[in-house]
């Protein structure tokens, strides 16, 4: 079965989009292929910065033929429904169609439509054109004559042919060479913007620029080996690695690795080519994030690290060419070292003016005066320069200052909750963003709280205001770590509650996979805190401390009305949904979080372990029985219930007749009472056990006593005990939730 080798070459393109776009080539191609009719074995993308590349093998030489039966009008249908047939069916004349007879239906038209198979390489040509025209690049461009405004005349281009190309960079040759493994090749000559198809590529832009004619995808790899460019992106991300590491330890240090650097460096080069640079040692005074995100973000360059481990870099970094070049590489390391100090004397610039005075420190005193701030202290002055400045969080939501001004109010607040110093806790919510009018913010927005943890640690603050300035970022994510100690913690809580509430007041909710303010990660962040450090919190009490009435006005409403109108059904119901998604992941069965979670629920540590003990009851062998017998009762009830059965509003000891249900009542009772009292302490264990001793009482019941007696009486009582066992089950969970 014949392959298919396809090439589409251009400038470079952005090293961020080609691993999708090489993915969308193989999707695209694929799926047009199989929906006119064409099978394949297997497929492969790849791509380098100047190319993508397709490998399709085994693909058959032919589509299928098809016969399909189209049924028609009746016989004596009228003239026009006939007509319609014919032309839908591509009949010239009703004699070409068959008649066909249903006993039910009477007699009926019936077109029998033959489509024969066609040629590979016909349905080729037909759909690359179409793909490449609609590529879906995140952006493309037009060049040359056809990036001319519309209308304009220059070398017989007036604009009002066929929309140009468009693609992410110009694109240059197209291969698409089509045939059997060992036999000859033909190329496929599709045309698209006075481009052809043909069984030429080029490599290395430098090392190897002239023409190379290629037969089939092997000898295509080979060729473009010997000109100098590796086609693999996965290997030439391992050459990289490897051979960074070997030279980082041939001269003493370690490589600092980075995943994110690698993928793209490897898309800005086909040929790579390790090197190593150096920098002045006096710029090691700066801190390694800044030197490590200087030469990363500007030079595309990995740092290293001396191999007596520590978190201190070396003065040297490894750059990746593009070339070998005749000298070794040396004018190539130079250059960059020379771009590299340029860039890491700006950082030191910026390190250094971020421990000096403002300049303009007499206009800050009311805003000093409004946060109690110290003017001799530089992460001081940044913070009263913050809110000097009015510098919007949000049109609607204010400025930060005014939001600084929330978060310690809030955060105060609860610090009650979490035991966190009440001294420390303000000092650190009114320097927690002073950090975002530094220089070095300014320039790395991604340093955000870690400069500022370290200019705290330099005027002298409390270390554990400086990590809270740090961590009240955190968590960012499922798998980022949490804040380091109380302090932190209570930050990092009141800065997430404040936004969630906030965008919540302003109808600025996430809808569907749209979430610009990551509320659905600062909702996440608020449960990992609360369930990973044995935080006791009520939500609803917290939106309601978090709430500021000047931001969203309800006439004639108090704030407690406003809270719960608005935030407990809706934002607690957010919060229900990251809690199930933590939970599940946490390896939580769905039914059992549902069974225990209703919609007031705003605990949510309580929430997690009322799981966690249900889980563990549940799976045992009192727990399954007591499972079967209550979701037994619990049925019966509410089929009579809905059937409008009259239920006693309690249960008469008087009208107990068999031993059974005097049993059942009694254990009843009991069970209540220690299922109670456990839960009032929190011992759900407990509560489960308690719970546990209704498992005989009830199977017994079932075997020996007919609840739907004759005498109304005797049967709402027995209804009742039925009740009465459902609200002592319900003490814990709603059993009906669960599965089994």
């Known amino acids: 079965m014949p392959d298919l080798l396809l090439e589409l070459r251009s400038e470079e393109i952005p090293a961020r989009m080609q691993r999708k776009a090489a993915g969308d080539l193989k999707k695209l191609v694929t799926d047009a292929l199989v929906e006119a009719g064409l099978t394949y074995e297997g497929a492969r993308e790849y791509w380098t910065p100047r190319r993508l590349t397709l490998d399709i093998r085994g693909l058959t030489a032919r589509s299928a033929d098809q016969r399909e039966e189209r049924k028609g009008p009746r016989t004596d249908a009228p003239e026009g429904a006939i007509a319609g047939f014919l032309r839908g069916a591509g009949l010239s004349s009703i004699s070409e169609a068959q008649v066909v007879n249903d006993p039910k239906k009477g007699d009926f038209y019936v077109a029998i439509i033959s489509k024969p198979g066609r040629p590979a390489e016909e349905i080729i040509a037909e759909v690359m054109p179409g793909i490449i025209r609609n590529f879906p690049w995140p952006k493309s461009m037009r060049w040359g004559a056809a990036s001319m405004p519309k209308g304009a005349r220059f070398a017989g281009i007036d604009g009002k042919g066929p929309e140009s190309l468009r693609w992410v960079r110009p694109l240059q040759s197209i291969v698409c060479v089509f045939g059997p493994e060992h036999d000859e090749t033909q190329v496929i000559p599709f045309e698209i913007d006075g481009l052809t198809a043909s069984n030429v590529t080029y490599g290395h832009r430098f090392h190897a620029p002239d023409a190379i004619t290629v037969r089939r995808f092997d000898d295509y790899v080979t060729s473009l080996e010997k000109a100098k460019v590796m086609l693999d992106a996965d290997r030439r991300k391992d050459v990289i690695l490897h051979d960074a590491r070997d030279l980082a330890f041939a001269n003493g240090l370690d490589l600092v690795e980075d995943e994110g650097l690698l993928e793209e460096v490897s898309g800005l080069v086909e040929w790579p080519h390790v090197l190593m640079g150096e920098f002045e040692e006096d710029y090691l005074e700066i801190p390694s994030e800044i030197i490590r995100l200087t030469i990363k973000t500007n030079q595309k360059c990995f740092v290293t690290r001396p191999q007596t481990g520590g978190e201190g870099l070396s003065n040297r970094f490894i750059l990746i060419s593009n070339i070998e070049a005749k000298d070794g590489g040396k004018e190539i390391m130079h250059g960059n070292g020379k771009v590299v100090r340029a860039r890491l004397s700006d950082a030191k610039h910026f390190w250094t003016r971020d421990q000096g005075d403002m300049p303009d420190l007499d206009t800050l005193e009311a805003s000093a005066a409004k946060f109690d701030l110290d003017l001799k202290k530089p992460l001081d002055q940044r913070m009263a320069k913050l809110d000097a400045l009015n510098v919007t969080f949000h049109a609607k939501l204010g400025t930060q200052g005014e939001r600084v001004a929330r978060i310690r109010a809030l955060a105060q607040e609860l610090a009650k909750v979490t035991g966190a110093d009440p001294v420390l806790v303000d000092r650190a919510a009114v320097l927690a963003k002073a950090d975002l009018r530094t220089e070095a913010v300014g320039e790395f927005p991604e340093l955000q709280g870690l400069m500022g943890r370290k200019y705290a640690l330099l005027q002298g603050e409390d270390a554990s205001v400086a990590a809270a300035i740090e961590d009240h970022w955190k968590p960012n994510g499922p798998s980022d770590r949490l804040p380091e100690d109380k302090v932190g913690l209570t930050i990092a809580?009141?800065?997430?509650?404040?936004?969630?509430?906030?965008?919540?007041?302003?109808?600025?909710?996430?809808?569907?996979?749209?979430?610009?303010?990551?509320?659905?990660?600062?909702?996440?962040?608020?449960?990992?805190?609360?369930?990973?450090?044995?935080?006791?919190?009520?939500?609803?009490?917290?939106?309601?401390?978090?709430?500021?009435?000047?931001?969203?006005?309800?006439?004639?409403?108090?704030?407690?009305?406003?809270?719960?109108?608005?935030?407990?059904?809706?934002?607690?119901?957010?919060?229900?949904?990251?809690?199930?998604?933590?939970?599940?992941?946490?390896?939580?069965?769905?039914?059992?979080?549902?069974?225990?979670?209703?919609?007031?629920?705003?605990?949510?540590?309580?929430?997690?372990?009322?799981?966690?003990?249900?889980?563990?009851?549940?799976?045992?062998?009192?727990?399954?029985?007591?499972?079967?017998?209550?979701?037994?009762?619990?049925?019966?009830?509410?089929?009579?219930?809905?059937?409008?059965?009259?239920?006693?509003?309690?249960?008469?000891?008087?009208?107990?007749?068999?031993?059974?249900?005097?049993?059942?009542?009694?254990?009843?009772?009991?069970?209540?009472?220690?299922?109670?009292d456990a839960v009032a302490s929190e011992d759900f264990r407990s509560a489960m056990e308690a719970l546990s001793k209704l498992r005989v009482p009830v199977d017994t019941f079932f075997q020996d006593v007919l609840v739907n007696d004759e005498d109304t009486a005797i049967r709402a009582n027995r209804l009742a005990l039925l009740k009465a066992i459902r609200e002592a089950t319900a003490t814990v969970a709603d059993f009906s939730k669960i599965s089994g």
Not at 544 to 552: E, H, I, Q, S
Not at 566 to 594: E, N
């Open 493 to 676: 809580l009141a800065d997430k509650l404040d936004t969630l509430v906030g965008f919540w007041a302003i109808d600025e909710k996430p809808t569907g996979s749209k979430d610009p303010y990551a509320l659905r990660r600062a909702a996440l962040g608020v449960v990992r805190i609360l369930l990973e450090r044995n935080v006791r919190l009520a939500l609803s009490e917290a939106f309601r401390m978090a709430y500021v009435p000047n931001l969203y006005f309800h006439p004639g409403r108090t704030e407690e009305e406003i809270a719960d109108r608005i935030y407990k059904p809706d934002l607690l119901s957010f919060f229900h949904d990251r809690l199930k998604v933590y939970l599940r992941d946490q390896g939580a069965r769905h039914d059992l979080i549902d069974a225990v979670l209703t919609p007031d629920s705003d605990d949510l540590l309580l929430v997690a372990r009322r799981v966690e003990a249900l889980t563990a009851f549940i799976t045992s062998e009192d727990g399954k029985n007591l499972l079967a017998g209550t979701k037994r009762a619990v049925q019966l009830l509410a089929a009579e219930e809905k059937k409008g059965t009259v239920v006693a509003d309690g249960v008469s000891e008087e009208l107990l007749k068999l031993d059974a249900e005097k049993a059942l009542w009694a254990a009843v009772v009991v069970a209540s009472k220690e299922a109670s």
